[in-house]
Structure formats: structure tokens, C-alpha cells
């Protein structure tokens, strides 16, 4: 299992942040207002070169509709793990209606034979 470097997370952080800020039609002038900190912080945070505090992080993530998923998933090497997710990526892109059959499907084979 290879090691991973606090700038290959801050690198990781920044690049998915970046992503949903331009998804979601933020400048990093418009987030700044909207996350109440600076735009000097917000462009080290993209840039990488900056770590991110747990505070921001989850305020970024509920404001640009981001998963925890997302922000970990290129840094787990896990086997497991990266199924798990694999598997979250692929429910959470179904439609609603859809979600709701996998939800049901689960709990059917979760008490079966219980």
C-alpha cells in the first residue's frame, strides 16, 4: 500500500473543489461571499497548496452538493473500500424513483431470513 503525502490530499481537495465550484457556476469571488472566507484562501485551497479545515471542507461539500465519496475516492486504495464507493457513485447516479427500488431491493435482502 503506497503512501500518501499531505499535498497529495490538499492536491486531491483542490482539484474536486475546483471542479464543483465551476459546476455549480461559482467564481471563487461568489463562493467566498457565500462560505464567509477569503478569496486568498479559497484559490490556495484550489491551487493545493493549502490544506483545508474540517469547517470549510464540510461547508464546501453541503454548499456544492459534493460526497464524501467524491472527495476521498481518488485517494483510497483499499480494495474494498473503492468498491464500496464504486457502488455509492453508481446509486447515486440513478433517478429518484430508481434509488428508492435499489433502497427497497436492500432492505429485502437485508431481512431475508432474519
Do not use: C, H
Not at 14 to 23: A, Y
Amino acid at each position: 500500500m503506497g503512501s500518501i503525502s499531505k499535498s497529495d490530499i490538499d492536491k486531491n481537495f483542490g482539484k474536486v473543489l475546483r471542479e464543483f465550484r465551476v459546476r455549480n457556476g461559482y467564481t471563487q469571488e461568489q463562493l467566498s461571499e457565500k462560505l464567509g472566507i477569503s478569496l486568498k484562501y479559497i484559490s490556495r485551497i484550489e491551487n493545493g497548496n493549502n490544506g483545508i479545515k474540517t469547517q470549510t471542507l464540510v461547508k464546501y461539500m453541503n454548499l456544492l452538493g459534493i460526497t464524501p465519496n467524491t472527495i476521498y475516492k481518488n485517494l483510497i486504495n483499499n480494495p474494498e473500500i473503492a468498491k464500496n464507493i464504486n457502488l455509492s457513485e453508481k446509486i447515486n447516479s440513478l433517478n429518484d424513483d430508481k434509488k428508492g427500488l435499489v433502497a427497497s431491493i436492500v432492505d429485502l435482502i437485508a431481512n431475508f431470513n432474519n
